[in-house]
């Protein structure tokens, strides 16, 4: 495109694109920065910034006036009906009316307002003179859901200056477009917002705008933002937000997911290191069910219940334990988790170093059993009250049978099974929420240790033919991992 060249500085302080505290304009101005091909939000401003309102209202003219939004190449149209509904764009009448007349329509509501329709109210987002009042023709849902823009009767909307409302122009670019709601990530992490909305334009450019029709089937909301992780390559300095939204007239959503800077900046680290590329794979699998691939519950996971993600490791590898095996890549696994506990949960270490010291007990106890004394443990352990019962027994058992400890010549009792601090950890209702995952990390450390002893009890043999098929369907998602899943 050409751009009238004013750089920074040159245009006055009205025309310029700024960010605001709006996450919606936030998006749109960083696409508004990547339609103009230019690194920085500050530039666009005065004649660029007008070039790249003019390139949009094309693209809206050429989407009005071809195809029906049924036809592949309309699926320009189709969006707008989430984005700008009841806008001359897609108006029920268009078919009827001579392309020349839909097209000025277009043009009229698109083009800049002239001064003298300026409400002399300040622009809502930035305070700057705004240049007309704004509802859900043009601006998708404001902040929360309670506050939509279905503008009263008598009031006539909010207040925008020009380089705002271009930015909610410019908002489609930026988003994942469905043809129904659209999804876009946000964050206050300026690098990761200006190259997460500079990949998702260049996506819709490629795929929609270009006339290569209706995008491969676009990947679920959560997977969205797990890839954009995955290929971020700087340190993340802010949590990510995923909003999904429509200003559909046949229902208005706007759900924000939030995850926060610790856990997204693990999730980048892991899912990108090589170390931690077995790990990986292994969360994956655990986290795969019969009808999705693991990347879409791990995602979900990780917005909604950041705590499952462990919970989901451990439970696969125990279920693979009770047919008497630790599947490859247990270690690696288990390494990882421990890194979220570490990095992520930010666990107190004394804490986690009694909780693995009891877990290393109990391994060793199990360690010298069969599959279905393991089977027996996990399943007590589902229920906090059996644990704890379970846990009593073979503390008694331990006491009389477990290792004595020599000293002085004499022998003397070893550490007993269970440590009073380690019940409290494991099982405190006071701890609540922290007892629920503390157990988890329990479970966690004592497959670590039954791998360690490389633990094949006599019975696997006859469980492993029943895991077999499992195995097979868990193979086919090595592939999630290689970046192949589907878009
Ligand atoms: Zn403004």
Not at 266 to 290: C, D, E, M, N, V
Not at 446 to 455: A, G, I, N, S, T
């Amino acid at each position: 495109m050409t751009i009238t060249a004013t750089e920074q500085g040159d245009a006055p302080l009205v025309d310029r694109v700024e960010l605001t505290a709006h996450p919606l304009q936030r998006i749109g101005a960083y696409a508004l920065a990547a339609l103009a091909e230019v690194d920085s939000v500050a530039v666009v401003s005065g004649g660029r910034l007008e070039s790249v309102a003019a390139l949009m209202t094309d693209h809206a003219v050429a989407a009005a006036t071809g195809p029906d939004s049924k036809a592949p190449e309309g699926f320009w149209l189709k969006c707008s009906l989430s984005f700008f509904p009841n806008s001359p764009m897609n108006h029920p009448s268009n078919g009827k009316k001579a392309p020349s007349v839909v097209a000025d329509a277009v043009r009229r509501w698109r083009g800049r307002p002239s001064s003298a329709r300026d409400p002399l109210a300040p622009c809502v987002l930035c305070g700057r003179p705004g240049v007309g009042f704004y509802g859900k023709l043009d601006v998708a849902l404001a902040e929360s859901d309670a506050y939509r823009n279905n503008t009263p009767r008598g009031h006539q909307g909010m207040a925008l200056c020009w380089p705002c409302l271009c930015c909610f122009y410019a908002l489609p670019y930026g988003s994942q477009l469905s043809g129904g709601p659209g999804m876009a990530l946000h964050s206050w992490d300026e690098d990761f917002l200006a190259w997460t909305v500079a990949e998702q334009v260049d996506r819709n450019r490629r795929e929609i705008l270009v006339g290569r029709g209706v995008p491969r089937q676009p990947p679920s909301r959560e997977v969205l933002a797990l890839r954009a992780l995955r290929e971020y390559r700087d340190e993340l300095n802010a949590g990510v937000e995923l909003l999904v939204y429509s200003n559909n007239n046949r229902g208005q959503v706007l759900d924000v997911h939030v995850m926060d800077q610790p856990l997204a900046e693990w999730l980048r680290r892991t899912s990108q290191a090589p170390a931690a590329r077995a790990g990986y794979s292994a969360l994956l699998r655990a986290h795969k069910t019969a009808d999705r691939p693991g990347v879409v519950a791990l995602a979900r996971n990780a917005f909604r219940d950041p705590g499952r993600i462990v919970a989901t490791a451990s439970g696969w590898l125990s279920r693979q334990a009770c047919a008497g095996r630790l599947p490859a890549g247990t270690s690696e696994l288990v390494t990882l988790c421990m890194s979220y506990v570490d990095e992520v949960m930010g666990m107190d270490q004394e804490n986690l170093a009694e909780i693995r010291a009891t877990a290393d007990r109990v391994g060793q106890l199990l360690g010298e059993g069969t599959a279905g004394q393991f089977n027996k443990f996990y399943a007590a352990f589902r229920k906090s009250a059996l644990l704890r019962g379970w846990l009593r027994r073979q503390a008694a058992d331990w006491a009389l049978h477990g290792p004595q400890a020599t000293g002085m010549g004499a022998s003397v009792p070893g550490p007993s099974l269970v440590s009073t601090r380690a019940y409290e950890l494991l099982f405190d209702p006071g701890l609540d929420s922290q007892a629920w995952f503390h157990r988890e990390l329990f479970l966690f450390a004592v497959l670590e240790k039954l791998h360690q002893l490389d633990w094949r009890p006599q019975d696997a043999d006859q469980a492993a033919k029943e895991l077999a098929e499992d195995e097979e369907d868990a193979m086919e998602d090595e592939d999630l991992v290689e970046g192949r899943e589907t878009r």
